[in-house]
């Protein structure tokens, strides 16, 4: 694609950056039929490629118009069009500079200003998150008063309660059974400390179970995966200065083989850490250093080798799901169902399996009626396995397909965790219907 930048913009390393990946997309079109938004509304600007014209128009111009806006808030980063694209366009890093570019410059209504820094006050701090969802309970009462992205906010708490706090959350040390093979971090999230304390608790018991020391330092949190793509880069920046501080200081003094992940979500964000500060001479090195060390918990058990093996269970079937941050931000496709195989159970292939849900982070309250048509339509995919339950490796599909199926979904090294002799994966509690 021919760009038309000036030297005087060019001088900016984010415009630089820019410029050499608009370079590389030659018009082809293959990305449209992996993206989801476009294969619902075919709208051109609302593809991959429509979307890189506007972001194109936006950055050499300098203005942001609200038609860009419009279309790059449909994105859902799902990054299926990096996957199908020939040429290696690094749509992400294009759409995450748009979005801060919005952020910083593009003035929204007030209501969605308000709404957005709401979420990025409330998500990323679990204290903050468990308050609110606690206040949300008797506001189910009064939701038919409340605002409509407000009544949706309200309406994603889990009816089956709140989980109490899982005490894996707190700093500390659990030592491998057996002789030691792996010292590895454990990324604890922010959304998951409070929703999906089971998932951390699986995976510390699978982690020793394979030889693994677990650490849960002190300070780290939020890997800042939801401010940033809410184009909120600073605050971003900030969650991630605090993880790599506190693995830094874990790796110096006592070293560490891994950051071990359990939300793919963050580790797309995670493993960015060197290109998020690939400009700051102060956090480069170090920043590298945890991008580096990452690993999603699937890579690690499966370079650990052995089979959990699981006679007892039957042979369930389980219908995989991939999550978009697995499996397009990650290109982790394969160590899930092997591992899940491996464990005994008969994995099932999902249709349309590019296809995002629609969880997206905060993608499902902030464009609720794109979600809800993904969500269902991945719903409607699930039922066709005619499996007995669904696998992932993200807590937000989770929350977002439990409103459109009663298919009880599990975290894959909760199965693995069962396999092993740990306990009976409980399902997701049904969330509240579509549409409500
Ligand atoms: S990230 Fe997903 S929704 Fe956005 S343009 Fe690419 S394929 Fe479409
Ligand atoms: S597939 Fe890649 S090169 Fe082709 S239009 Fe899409 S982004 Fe551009």
Redesign the pocket.
């Known amino acids: 694609m021919q760009t038309n930048f000036t030297p005087v913009q060019l001088a900016d390393a984010g415009v630089q950056e820019a410029d050499s990946i608009l370079r590389k997309c030659v018009h082809c079109g293959f990305?449209l039929s992996?993206?989801?938004?476009?294969a619902l509304l075919g709208d051109e600007r609302?593809?991959?490629r429509g979307?890189i014209y506007l972001m194109k128009d936006m950055l050499e111009s300098g203005e942001v118009r609200d038609t860009a806006v419009r279309h790059i808030d449909?994105?859902?980063?799902?990054?299926?069009?990096?996957t199908s694209c020939p040429s290696g366009v690094d749509?992400?890093h294009l759409?995450d500079s748009a979005r801060a570019r919005i952020e910083g410059e593009y003035t929204r209504p007030l209501s969605d200003r308000l709404f957005r820094a709401l979420l990025a006050v409330l998500l990323p701090r679990p204290w903050l998150f468990r308050l609110s969802l606690i206040a949300a309970i008797p506001g189910r009462w009064v939701a038919w008063a409340l605002p409509a992205r407000l009544r949706r906010l309200v309406a994603t708490a889990p009816r089956g309660g709140i989980p109490a706090p899982s005490p894996i959350h707190a700093p500390q040390v659990f030592a491998a059974h057996g002789p030691r093979r792996k010292r590895v971090a454990l990324v604890q999230g922010c959304v998951q400390q409070v929703l999906g304390g089971r998932i951390s608790e699986a995976t510390v018991r699978v982690m020793r179970g394979r030889g693994c020391e677990v650490v849960v330092s002190e300070g780290a949190g939020c890997c800042g995966a939801l401010p940033h793509h809410l184009g909120r880069l600073d605050e971003a920046k900030a969650f991630a200065k605090r993880n790599i501080a506190a693995w830094i200081r874990e790796d110096t003094e006592r070293g560490l083989d891994a950051i071990v992940l359990n939300a793919s979500g963050c580790g797309t964000t995670l493993r960015d850490y060197g290109h998020m500060f690939a400009d700051d001479p102060e956090w480069r090195d170090r920043a590298a250093r945890v991008a580096a060390l990452a690993r999603d918990v699937s890579e690690v058990l499966t370079d650990l080798g052995g089979s959990t093996g699981a006679d007892l269970l039957g042979a369930p079937s389980i219908a995989y799901h991939d999550s978009?941050s697995l499996r397009h931000g990650q290109g982790i496709t394969r160590q899930p169902r092997d591992l899940l195989a491996k464990a005994g159970f008969v994995v099932a292939e999902v249709g349309e399996g590019h296809m995002?849900c629609g969880a997206a982070g905060t993608y499902n309250v902030l464009q609720p009626e794109i979600a809800d048509q993904l969500g269902a339509r991945k719903a409607a995919n699930l039922a066709q396995t005619g499996a007995g339950a669904m696998a992932c490796a993200n807590l937000g599909c989770m929350l977002h397909l439990a409103r459109f199926t009663d298919l009880p979904m599990v975290h894959t090294v909760e199965l693995l965790d069962w396999a092993a002799g740990g306990p009976r994966p409980e399902p997701m509690a049904r969330g509240p219907v579509a549409n409500q």
Not at 34 to 38: D, F, Q
């Open positions: 990305c992996t993206c989801p938004t476009y609302d593809s991959p979307r449909r994105c859902l980063s799902c990054l299926a069009c990096t749509y992400m759409v978009c995002c």
